[in-house]
């Protein structure tokens, strides 16, 4: 569940977790209010540019972490499109594609443990307060790791409903898909309970 991360290392998993996450939060906070759509179509080459330039394989995974995606951009494609304000439309799907390709970018080539750290650096001032800020670096960066595998469970349980039934799965796979989650959140907190739990200060 929580390898997401590329299988082998390049050139951007020796950048410190802490500037990649720097310049994602920049780069969503500049461009999120953009409309120009030049601006947003040239900002999304660059970040296709930015996969090529670590790798042809590097592209191809991060297109298929973006399969999610494509399901969310269709939908609001066709609504604008039936009401006419197709320029809106073509900003707001280019700012998610290109919004999420770089955050993917940055999860596909920064190690769990590496995020976690720049996590418990910035709320280190609420150790003060007696917040654990190890569980919350872990279950940021959890949420980060999970919720795409969960979308990839939950195709999967769409094929298999589709290869046994000719009716749309629609609400019906809702259950299963929260026993698989409640299953999986099981078997990672026993291993973190086999691995010494989270102690504010955990031991070296």
Request: glycine share 6%.
């Amino acid at each position: 569940m929580l390898a997401l991360t590329l299988p082998r290392r390049t050139w951007a998993h020796r950048v410190p977790a802490g500037w990649k996450l720097a310049a994602l939060a920049l780069a969503s906070a500049f461009l999120f209010p953009v409309d120009n759509l030049y601006v947003l179509g040239g900002a999304l080459l660059a970040v296709i540019a930015l996969h090529l330039a670590t790798g042809l394989d590097v592209l191809r995974y991060g297109l298929w972490m973006m399969r999610p995606i494509v399901a969310f951009a269709a939908i609001i494609a066709v609504y604008h499109v039936a009401v006419w304000d197709i320029a809106a439309g073509a900003a707001i799907v280019l700012r998610m594609l290109l919004l999420v390709g770089l955050a993917n970018f940055v999860t596909m080539t920064t190690a769990l443990d590496n995020m976690i750290a720049v996590v418990e650096w910035l709320l280190r001032p609420l150790r003060m307060l007696g917040v654990n800020t190890r569980a919350v670096g872990l279950a940021i960066a959890m949420v980060i790791r999970f919720t795409p595998a969960l979308v990839q469970k939950g195709a999967a349980l769409i094929e298999s409903w589709r290869a046994r039934s000719a009716k749309r799965p629609g609400w019906r796979i809702a259950i299963p898909l929260c026993l698989l989650a409640l299953d999986d959140a099981e078997h990672v907190s026993e291993a973190l309970r086999a691995r010494g739990g989270l102690s504010i200060h955990p031991k070296t």
